[in-house]
């Protein structure tokens, strides 16, 4: 049987043979999808893999995506990014780090640093490394755990991965949803390294902040401190009416009565689940502000979202909407999703 540690140090460095071939991505969901991301005020770069599909190189950490009919869209020399999206001719560049991935296929795509591994965001194994044939090539398969989230709990990762390169060939989420994979692929065949760098003009990422308007930024640390000075240095603390309505119903068990949902009709403002009443220990905890209790029929957790907390009143009115006429009667035993660090 193939170990964990043997896969990770196969995939750590990325592909060790030059690879190329097809990419498209799938989601299997008529539901919203949401992205949520923060910048320090330049343009984000994305990576461009789109639903039509590419074409992906990649060597080392090095990668270079580009449209099916073989348009620069993005290449990387494993710490610069290029993206040519929105000007072929003078693309804009940031560090590979800072790039967002709204969709799948970014372990195919962008090598994570080797710290990742050492982390709790899908970097454990839930279960045995697996062998399989993919695209006619010999391939291992594992099951990676989330780390806990402030949004909805996440599901797991399942990564395929070539034997013989290293090369991730597969991307797929745990409860089926979405992913990413090669169609086809040619592993060691000569790829020139000029392919995966750009010497040409650019748009920093200095300059994307002054293209918005963010050039000027006045000093913060000034005027909060003319702020402390006349109008309060002490905290401000208001009660604040928030709709908890949820936009939509993420999953349904019908039979046992568990679900999940996003809160918030038009903001995301948290998350509510359910599950039958049980003292089986519950992988939904997180870092975030949370609120969890158990009636004589369910467990209830709770995840508020931003800086927000609830007192007393506030909790009790949440839990009396939500099951009326029915007492707390105990708190379940939270854990954290795919990680055992608290």
């Known amino acids: 049987m193939t170990e964990w540690v043997q896969m990770l140090v196969g995939m750590a460095d990325g592909p060790t043979q030059p690879v190329h071939g097809v990419v498209v991505p799938y989601r299997n969901s008529d539901e919203p999808f949401h992205f949520y991301y923060a910048t320090s005020g330049e343009e984000p770069v994305f990576l461009p893999i789109g639903r039509e599909g590419v074409r992906l190189y990649r060597w080392g950490r090095r990668s270079r995506i580009e449209s099916v009919d073989r348009e620069v869209l993005f290449v990387s020399d494993g710490s610069s990014a290029w993206d040519f999206t929105c000007d072929p001719d003078r693309p804009r560049c940031t560090e590979l780090r800072r790039v967002k991935s709204p969709g799948s296929g970014r372990h195919l795509a962008i090598t994570p640093p080797v710290t990742h591994w050492a982390g709790h965001h899908h970097a454990r194994p839930t279960g045995p490394v697996t062998d399989l044939e993919f695209l006619g090539r010999r391939c291992w398969s594992v099951d990676l755990a989330p780390r806990e989230s402030l949004n909805m709990p996440k599901p797991s990762l399942r990564l395929i991965v070539d034997v013989d390169s290293g090369a991730v060939l597969g991307q797929h989420s745990g409860d089926g949803i979405d992913g990413a994979a090669y169609t086809d692929v040619t592993v060691g065949e000569p790829l020139d390294p000029s392919l995966f760098a750009w010497g040409g003009p650019v748009v920093t990422d200095d300059e994307s902040c002054a293209r918005i308007g963010q050039g000027d930024t006045p000093d913060v640390e000034r005027a909060m401190q003319w702020f402390r000075e006349n109008i309060t240095a002490e905290p ?68 508020i979202h931003g800086n927000g907390t609830l007192d007393a009143a506030g909790i009790s009115a949440l839990q009396q909407q939500l099951h009326p006429g029915e007492p707390v009667m105990g708190t379940p035993h939270l854990v954290f999703g795919g990680s055992d660090e608290p």
């Open 236 to 303: 401000i603390h208001v009660p604040v009416l928030t709709d908890f309505t949820p936009r939509f119903v993420d999953s349904i068990d019908r039979q046992s009565g568990a679900f999940s949902a996003p809160l918030g009709p038009d903001q995301p403002a948290g998350w509510l689940i359910r599950r039958p009443r049980s003292t089986e220990p519950w992988a939904v905890k997180t870092y975030g502000y949370q609120i969890a209790w158990s009636t004589g029929r369910f467990d209830w957790a709770c995840q």
